[in-house]
């Protein structure tokens, strides 16, 4: 079975500050591994995905994760951060084949940027 | 509107009545997902399809139904809500390849945000 873990549930930091989110996951095969991204009182939203090739992928509003796969890490990371981007970020897994590609989510990490 | 929809956005309703969540997309994706969303737990998944008439159990399916009947409608029925069921559902869907996966993204609706009482 997969499973997936995101160490903080609360990230509080400051405006312009860098922050990393982090997030393991537990599988005995190989996965895709997404990160999303829920503002408040909406659904969520994409912000970057691991299928294959480099380890360092981009995604939207200026983050990265890096796929670790000696540590079954892909945490997120964003060199300075804005008041938008208070929110709540998801880290999820799924199987590379079959069953429909159904989601396993982190518990989720709540980021609060403070002015 | 293009997309995928869910309706009613809020509801309030009492143990024990009868409660269908709307999910609708108009992408004609083939596979559509249930999943609740509660603190401490992040997402988990309900129920999924894969096609129109085929379903299939997700992690916490107890207490809930679905049906689909057309490609583009997902309904879940609560058939005798209780307090435990209170909590926030979102619908999903992503476009898979005939007899395979693409890359497993999944486009998420807007939600609900049920209260039992």
């Known amino acids: 079975a997969q499973s997936v873990t995101q160490l903080d549930s609360q990230v509080p930091v400051f405006e312009e500050a860098p922050v990393e989110l982090r997030c393991n996951y537990s599988s005995s095969v190989s996965v895709y591994l997404f990160w999303y991204v829920q503002y408040p009182n909406q659904g969520l939203q994409l912000l970057l995905k691991y299928l294959s090739g480099s380890t360092l992928v981009k995604g939207i509003n200026g983050f990265e994760a890096e796929f670790n796969k000696s540590q079954t890490s892909f945490h997120l990371r964003k060199p300075s951060v804005h008041i938008s981007d208070t929110a709540e970020y998801f880290c999820?897994?799924?199987?590379?084949?079959?069953?429909?590609?159904?989601?396993?989510f982190g518990q989720g990490t709540e980021l609060s940027v403070k002015p | 509107d293009a997309g995928i929809t869910q309706s009613p956005r809020y509801k309030i309703t009492e143990t024990g009545r009868q409660v269908t969540l709307m999910c609708h997309q108009t992408?004609?994706?083939?596979?559509m997902f249930w999943y609740r969303q509660d603190l401490g737990h992040g997402l988990r998944l309900i129920y999924y399809?894969?096609?129109?008439?085929?379903?299939d159990k997700g992690e916490v399916p107890d207490g809930y139904v679905v049906s689909r009947s057309k490609t583009e409608n997902f309904p879940l029925t609560l058939e005798s809500a209780t307090r435990s069921q209170t909590s926030v559902y979102f619908c999903a869907s992503h476009n898979a390849l005939a007899g395979g996966v693409l890359n497993n993204e999944q486009f998420f609706g807007p939600g609900t945000r049920l209260t039992v009482l």
């Open positions: 399809s894969a096609a129109a008439d085929i379903t």
């Open positions: 999820a897994v799924s199987l590379i084949y079959n069953q429909g590609g159904k989601l396993i």
């Open positions: 992408w004609s994706h083939s596979y």
